[in-house]
């Protein structure tokens, strides 16, 4: 595959190489003596589920931003804006926008229901084995689809932190191999991170890397802002220059809903797509299942709704810093150096912080400690949202399959535990093999596929589980298989995967959907299979019905 890292800038010496790995080996030092801290205090299934439900309302507000705070907020939306303004802040919006529909509809419904995971919540009511396999299925596919997008954001930026070019070597490996050596060396880790520690060494990590992606985001646009002297005018308009398309840069239209003349039916399907990305974005968080459980690890529903009130100012305050991070980086770095380093734009925030560092910090060894630093604090993102990932479908597996399906609510604890350890190491392995296919795709993007998939799988069943007393076994089956299924198939046969230069597979063209995001169409069928499969099965349970309300509304009889 044709390698997109040209830039490497001409400071990254030895030294700031040096400077970098020791930066990396720290922190990874650093978060493995507190995941090994934490694997001493998991003793139960709860303790390595749940974190033992002991956070607080800040400590969870603190995790589930880091959880959210992924490669694709820092990476993605950072090179989405630099690139294309106006458009990729649209991602900021949605992910932000996202979190009152959470907070609203599932936070303290699910944490009065369930107890480790989702499907706790959806076989409530329902013929447990069949409801808690189709959980188990839906989330490892979302959960695969968003560890893709952390991996390809690691892949990216390491290259760019080690100065690899195409023809030359690290390590003696060239640069495409580099990247690939990257991929796995992250999710090796992430494996131990959760094999070890579990939700509460998982949960530490988190709060950990939010306080310093947090703290180095903020770093960033105090010194983007002072190289304008705090005139938001003045950063604009440069960036609009800099990008070299002028006031359309700082207008709708640049990449979503791009008007297309003499093309009607390509006009709309552009349309069509930034409104199917919005409604994925919108309704994706409140069916990923990472932040679902996170529900579960504190000891009230006062303190769930504490933790998301908590989690919006955190993830609230640091989307403000995307937009200084990527005009800032729009105006100083250049478009073009953006898509030469990286031509889904994944870099454009450490490139940013190099070119910052350079005229702050005393010029290129300045340049290579904000990199450096920056990079690591990126790193640590990457680090600690894939592991809250591979928790949270390990534990599907182990806690809805293994347990409740295989071993028929037999299973030991020990035991359940020892199949989510497993499941994490088969789990990271997939999604290492299916990142080095995606390289060439921006981050922020490929999270989207991930809500869209979480939306129409995941969030019908949930909210109809919740609110509907007809739903039955049959409508949560069709709900998930048939959102899961339609998502997946219609992403299969779009031009993310063939037919477009930056497709993981630009050589090939199979593809006969038009939007790059299915989320219009994929997330009415989820709702319409519900719908359908309970109306035809004459299952009801009004009495089960009447008792999950109570205990969702009130928390009585909740673990």
Not at 248 to 264: C, K, N, Q, S
Not at 339 to 364: E, R, V
Request: charged residues 10%.
């Amino acid at each position: 595959m044709e390698s997109h890292f040209l830039l490497a800038a001409e400071g990254t010496t030895s030294t700031s190489r040096t400077l970098t790995i020791t930066l990396f080996l720290v922190f990874v030092a650093i978060t493995l003596a507190i995941t090994i801290w934490a694997s001493r205090q998991t003793k139960t299934a709860t303790d390595f589920y749940a974190g033992g439900r002991q956070f607080s309302g800040f400590q969870n507000g603190m995790a589930i931003g880091g959880d959210y705070m992924s490669a694709a907020s820092f990476l993605g939306i950072a090179g989405l804006i630099a690139l294309y303004g106006y458009d990729g802040f649209l991602y900021s919006i949605g992910f932000l926008v996202a979190w009152l529909v959470a907070l609203l509809l599932v936070a303290e419904f699910l944490r009065n229901s369930g107890r480790y995971t989702m499907a706790d919540v959806l076989a409530f009511r329902m013929r447990q084995r069949p409801v808690r396999t189709a959980a188990s299925v839906s989330t490892i596919v979302v959960s695969i689809f968003y560890l893709i997008a952390q991996m390809v954001g690691a892949g990216a930026l390491v290259s760019l932190l080690l100065g690899i070019k195409p023809g030359q070597t690290f390590l003696g490996m060239d640069a495409d191999t580099a990247k690939i050596a990257t991929i796995i060396l992250v999710g090796a880790l992430m494996i131990v991170y959760v094999v070890v520690g579990g939700m509460k060494g998982t949960t530490y990590v988190q709060i950990v890397k939010a306080f310093l992606l947090m703290s180095g985001a903020l770093v960033m646009t105090l010194l983007v802002l002072a190289h304008y002297k705090f005139n938001l005018s003045s950063l604009l308009g440069d960036a609009a220059q800099q990008s070299g398309k002028g006031t359309a840069f700082l207008e709708p239209g640049l990449r979503y809903g791009v008007e297309t003349a003499g093309d009607a039916a390509k006009t709309f399907y552009s349309k069509m797509d930034l409104l199917s990305l919005g409604i994925a974005l919108v309704l994706g968080t409140a069916g990923l299942p990472h932040i679902l459980t996170r529900f579960y690890t504190v000891p009230t529903s006062r303190i769930a709704r504490k933790s998301v009130l908590w989690a919006i100012g955190i993830i609230g305050t640091f989307y403000l810093f995307t937009l200084a991070l990527g005009f800032g980086a729009a105006a100083l770095v250049g478009g073009k150096a953006i898509t030469a380093q990286d031509k889904a734009g994944n870099t454009a925030a450490p490139q940013l912080a190099q070119k910052l560092g350079i005229d702050y910090f005393g010029g290129d060894t300045g340049g290579a400690v904000l990199l450096a630093i920056i990079a690591a604090v990126a790193f640590a993102t990457i680090l600690a949202v894939v592991a809250g990932l591979t928790l949270a479908s390990s534990s599907s597996v182990a806690h809805d399959f293994y347990a409740s399906v295989i071993k028929r609510g037999q299973a030991g604890e020990r035991d359940e535990v020892r199949v989510a350890r497993i499941s994490a190491f088969v789990i990271g392995a997939i999604a290492i093999v299916l990142s080095i296919f995606a390289q060439s795709l921006n981050v922020a993007f490929l999270v989207a596929l991930a809500f869209a998939v979480a939306a129409s799988a995941n969030l019908p069943a949930i909210l109809y589980s919740l609110f509907w007393k007809r739903f039955n076994t049959s409508g949560a089956l069709w709900s998930i298989y048939g959102g899961l299924i339609s998502a997946v198939f219609l992403v299969f046969f779009s031009p993310v995967v063939s037919g477009s230069p930056t497709a993981m597979f630009p050589d090939s063209d199979w593809h006969w959907f038009p939007l790059s995001n299915p989320g219009i169409i994929s997330i009415p069928i989820g709702f319409l299979c519900g719908w359908i499969g309970t109306v035809i099965s004459k299952e009801s349970d009004a009495d089960k019905y009447a008792e999950l309300e109570v205990r969702s509304l009130t928390g009585h009889g909740a673990h």
